[in-house]
């Protein structure tokens, strides 16, 4: 039988201020298209075939 899912925690404080930063920060950026091809390529490795 599976673990019940536990609620996720709410960010307070500190850690609230430095995510939303974060987030208004990176907003807009692009990844780097060699990087974004590597993950599509790890992606397709381990993901499921149908």
Known sequence: MAKPIKETPVLMGEDAKRFLKHK?????????PEKLKKMRESYLKFSPKS
């Open 24 to 32: 208004k920060e990176s907003k807009g950026k692009k990844i780097d």
